[in-house]
């Protein structure tokens, strides 16, 4: 096994794999940037370097420079930052550092997204429908292809991931404007200016399947998760899923045994090693879509580890290091529901603006079958410079009606005093009857923040609370602390324009 | 004896708080007709650091908006508004032109220029932070009478960006 | 179902009951005693009423006042306190509120300790040797059953529980004081002093069978539990499991399916309905020997609840409601492993003197598998009026290596900064040989806190931290906070002579 | 420039801290010839508010005894003496005859008698508090020269509950 794994990544991420590495005894070397130096992933690791280079987590030359000095043999990309960089991942193998996900080759394949999804229908597999990739010049080329294709569409990165570099058009007017946009974020994000346009399918379900493959031609799946809900409409940037769950609800049986299927196949088209996830578009029809592999461990991978019980991060150390897959498709047992809910430094109450800063309070739920993924604690500063993903509550039940309960009651217990988080959409959101029936699809919409019902009287004891609340803050401060000091700039986010 | 309106989901209540409380963390007060007591924790707590009361016998883990214009509770949220029936004069709606970086971050694009005329609602620039685009938008109708920052320049919290002047003033 | 339950308990307990009862849409009224206002199971009930009573948790009378007062259907008594009440949940019946428990008559059975021994035996099962119980006029009688069975031996509560009234005494001369301070403390715990005395097995393992059962005559069980590790000597009174664990790793495949077996026909000598643990202890020579019968939720329940995803309170609520059995012994998977370790605010550096105060910071672990079941929070008082349990950390392991290292991973990252616990204690247990071997008894002592080695850079470099420490230590302060002034006196439990 | 030396496992080693931070929350240590850096969070913060710091590249969660009898890191727990070079006093080690309560709490059970000779370590009486039974014993060998309580007395913390005058006093 590996002597020494280098986490070139931050956050509850880092954190997720730091704990695996220490069930496993294996040192663990944290990197961080001066903002970052209270995160638990540098307090809980073994050793930590400040990562002082331009760029920061994408300057992969000076994180294999810190490797190599500081003897990592291995390195975890998490998700994210250099997680999808086969040229990364390929300087890796050169310096002898092995790095915790698909091999080079495997990432080479996938990189290029229109080839990819080339192959694979080359294979007899259903994708979306794609246009030409296209460099800055070739603007009128992409109106005619847009043409062929038809409105709405979406206009993404030929490098893609995260959501980045994605922008929806509903029709020609907006697409030189989605054109420049898409290709300006392309550019910063990926280092390079060509996207292509895909078809859009609306409604839709998002479905991925979690596969793990060894170097020795095993390939096994781990179920499906389906990510569908998302804070804003299709037109928005920040398309982030919200909740995510397994098994899908969208699926009937037939359905599912279906999709396993096809991902395998995918797989075995591109020699798929280690951990990935097929992902999928579903129509109202019930017809599949290939999208893309994501060749990583991905956000909500925690989904899978509650309903098969098995570590994936350990899964991918192992397989990195060539073992070969510790269990066969009929060890797999999918038991019960899980679900997530993902929490970020965002104000729900002003249009999602970010919102970084001091959290004075932080208070997890417990209790049975709840998981906490999170790099936050009580006293700790939430960075600007990073994504607003605190905080991940992951729930597992024996039905879903148990598992919707189950989350609902944690969201409840959670409390985060000090930024604004997503926590009060989110408490809104498994109650909207959509989550409820698991009727939703990428094109519900989140329900608005708004007065709730309550009871009569619950609301007259509301008002007196209100009544005292504000008396109380009439007097003189009394505490030594004064909180508003410690709290941060996040405050001020209400000054934003409306 | 504090006399204060509270609208919660658009029902106002009429609330007379004691100003000293009646026992160690317990305060009495009256909602129209009705004797509540509450007990709060801790009698040093300032107002911020308080996160629960007692009202009678219903516990609250409350979550208060700073500014009192919402507070959440039991995943629930709700629209607040507190008057001082003893205080006659409102505070002034400061609605100023200038836009200001409401976070710290960088700006990626800018829409507008010095002189420009926009509606109420218009892209003026985008300010990237966290990984997320967050446009600001023009705060009335009016002429754009400053461009303070370009694309690529990071800006602080506060940092006036771009003034505009509405129409008629 | 039930309309309200009341919850006469408090603390984690209280807060484990309250985490079902909302999953099942069920409301909840907590009750609290002044000192314990600030605790979880208050701020997260949907009423709490202040029990201003003498004997507080442990006047039934005033408790079922306020759940006829408030509309309360049911009650749940956690465990201690009324748990194992027989007057008590009888009087519940009598009132019509549902006691969540055995019914009154299987409770009235086994109060009466000896005779419940008696009954074991009769139907051919083997218990430990015992004497007649023993009012204070006895001691001469005592002396000569003590001499019949044989030194050493326990004197114990007529009543029992909770290893209070319980003295362990290693020769005849020890005997009339630990009869007298039995007597006293049985007195006072359960308002009755007769005693009785049992032969000591040394070594022995205390192992315990979760069992459920029906109305309708349904009884499965969920599997063992072992607790053989305890702080002190036996003669020690404070005698707690310190850690837990499932499956018991002292039992043999076929010891395991006789023990099985057992539990579930002494559950039927008593008609037993509801939760309960039937317990033994197994000798060297690996026989069992029945001892008692748990009616009520053990601490250490959310053991079985991960091997078997079985929620033990629902089963709890849904039985005590006349509901039938929700699972045959077929659908009872028992899968992993799961370990658990009692934090307690006791002071191991100062003779495990409790430590109550203010909770500067709480940090609680989290990730893969792991759970907690605590009532503090960051900036909350441990009240002294209590017992000192303040968390639970649980966690599961596909084997027990895995959830061993888990284990003592998630030590690792809890923070508990303020008062005293036993978590130094516990991260020292799980490495110990005995434990990392599954080869521990009750015998087996814990080991001593001392100087633990360490690589010598590291000894350097926490040198260094050390002078910096106290280097900080002597510049004036500078913060707001005198942190010392909120730390409350459990600071000065130094001073104890030594 | 601070002199010390810092007893940890049995070894002792000779630290020179600067007395300034060379950079923000950074300190500069000589030890044993070797200058090692160390970053310590937040540099308002008080010693008892330390929670970690980083020496070199290793980070270490530290639990601080406040009176630096012993630390915890990594579920490892280190004693610990420091001493100053600069500083020729020791502190006097107080250790007087007065058997104060180390905990509030109930006395259960008093063993001793006034004027009775007893053993270093004998029992004198039993604090009940957080459902435990805690024995108090003599400090050192000689006469109970006052017991104040009874059982079923409650007492305050540090409350002097016995006095015993040790042997040649």
Redesign the interface.
């Known amino acids: 096994m590996f002597k020494k794994i280098l986490i070139a990544n931050r956050g509850e991420i880092a954190?997720?794999v730091m704990?695996?590495c220490?069930?496993?005894?294996i040192p663990t070397l944290?990197l961080y940037e001066a903002s970052d130096?209270?995160s638990l992933h540098?307090?809980?690791?073994?050793?930590?370097?400040l990562l002082d280079a331009p760029g920061g987590f994408m300057n992969g030359g000076a994180i294999l420079d810190i490797a190599r000095a500081?003897g990592a043999d291995a390195l975890h990309p998490g998700y994210g930052f250099l997680a999808e960089h086969a040229e990364f991942c390929r300087a890796c193998e050169n310096a002898g550092i092995t790095f915790i996900g698909p091999p080079a080759r495997v990432m080479e394949q996938l990189q290029p997204k229109i080839d990819a999804l080339e192959r694979v229908r080359a294979a007899g597999i259903a994708t979306t429908t794609f246009s030409m990739p296209c460099a800055d010049s070739d603007a009128p080329l992409m109106t005619a292809e847009a043409n062929a294709l038809g409105y709405p569409l979406l206009v993404k990165s030929c490098r893609g991931g995260r959501g980045?570099g994605e922008f929806f058009v509903a029709s020609a007017s907006e697409l030189p404007d989605a054109l420049a946009r898409a290709q300006q974020e392309a550019h910063a994000v990926y280092g390079d200016r060509r996207v292509f346009l895909e078809k859009a399918i609306l409604p839709a379900h998002q479905i991925g399947v979690q596969i793990l493959g060894d170097a020795h031609g095993n390939l096994i799946h781990l179920g499906e998760r389906e990510g569908s809900l998302m804070p804003g409409t299709q037109r928005e940037?920040?398309n982030q899923k919200l909740i995510e769950e397994t098994p899908a609800p969208s699926l009937t049986p037939k359905q599912r045994a279906r999709l396993w299927e096809l991902a395998l196949e995918i797989a075995r088209v591109f020699g798929y090693v280690n951990a990935g996830t097929i992902e999928f578009l579903m129509d109202d029809a019930g017809n599949f879509y290939f999208t893309e592999v994501k060749a990583r461990i991905q956000i909500e991978h925690?989904l899978t580890?509650l309903v098969t019980?098995v570590?994936l991060v350990r899964a991918q150390i192992e397989l990195a290091a060539g073992a070969p897959l510790a269990l066969k498709q009929a060890d797999v047992r999918l038991?019960?529901y899980a679900m997530q809910c993902r929490i970020n430094?965002?104000d729900p109450?002003n249009?999602?603006?970010?919102?970084?800063g001091y959290l004075r309070?932080?208070?997890?739920p417990?209790?049975?079958?709840?998981?906490?993924?999170?790099y936050v604690?009580?006293?700790c500063q939430v960075p600007?410079?990073?994504?607003?993903l605190i905080a991940k509550l992951i729930v597992?039940g024996?039905d879903r009606a148990?598992c919707r309960?189950?989350l609902?009651?944690a969201?409840?217990?959670f409390?985060l005093?000090g930024t604004a988080t997503t926590l009060?959409l989110l408490?809104?959101l498994v109650?909207d009857a959509a989550f409820v029936d698991g009727t939703y699809h990428t094109q519900t919409r989140v329900p608005q923040?708004?007065?709730?019902?309550?009871a009569p009287q619950?609301?007259?004891?509301?008002?007196?609370?209100?009544?005292?609340?504000?008396?109380?803050?009439?007097?003189p401060?009394?505490?030594?602390?004064p909180?508003?000091m410690l709290s941060g700039?996040?405050?001020?986010?209400?000054?934003?324009?409306? | 004896m504090?006399n204060?309106a509270?609208t919660?989901?658009?029902?106002t209540?009429y609330?007379n708080?004691d100003?000293a409380p009646v026992a160690e963390n317990t305060?009495t007060?009256q909602?129209?007709g009705?004797t509540?007591n509450?007990r709060?924790p801790f009698s040093?707590?300032?107002?911020?650091?308080?996160?629960w009361?007692i009202?009678?016998n219903?516990p609250?883990?409350?979550?208060?908006d700073?500014?009192?214009?919402?507070?959440?509770?039991?995943?629930?949220?709700?629209?607040?508004q507190?008057r001082?029936l003893d205080v006659t004069v409102a505070r002034p709606h400061s609605r100023d032109g200038r836009?200001?970086a409401?976070?710290?971050?960088q700006i990626t694009r800018v829409f507008v220029e010095a002189g420009q005329t926009i509606e109420a609602g218009a892209p003026i620039m985008i300010l990237e932070?966290?990984?997320?685009?967050?446009h600001?938008?023009?705060?009335v109708r009016g002429t754009v009478s400053s461009v303070n920052v370009a694309p690529g320049a990071r800006v602080n919290?506060?940092q006036v960006l771009a003034e505009v002047q509405a129409d008629g003033e």
């Open positions: 954190l997720r704990r695996t220490r069930e496993m005894n944290a130096q209270g540098v307090r809980l690791a073994d050793e930590c370097v500081h980045r940037a920040s925690p580890e019980r570590d038991d019960g430094a965002q109450w249009q999602m603006l970010p919102s970084p309070r932080v208070r997890l417990g209790g049975p079958e709840v998981r906490i993924d999170t604690y009580s006293g600007a410079e990073y994504d607003s597992w024996a148990q309960q189950r609902e009651r969201l409840g217990e409390k005093i009060p408490q809104r109650r923040l708004e007065m709730d019902a309550e619950t609301v007259r004891d509301l008002a007196a609370a209100v009544a005292l609340y504000h008396e109380r803050a009439q007097q401060l009394r505490a030594a602390i909180t508003r700039w996040h405050r001020a986010s209400r000054t934003l324009p409306e | 504090t204060l509270v919660l989901n658009e029902k209540w609330v708080v100003t305060w007060l909602v129209e009705e509540l509450v709060v040093n707590t300032t107002a911020e650091q308080i996160e009361m009202v009678n219903h609250f883990e409350i979550v208060f700073p500014e009192l214009r919402w507070i959440q509770t039991r995943g629930r949220t709700h629209r607040v507190v001082d836009i200001k409401p976070i710290p971050g932070a966290m990984k997320m685009e967050n600001l938008v023009a705060p919290l506060n």
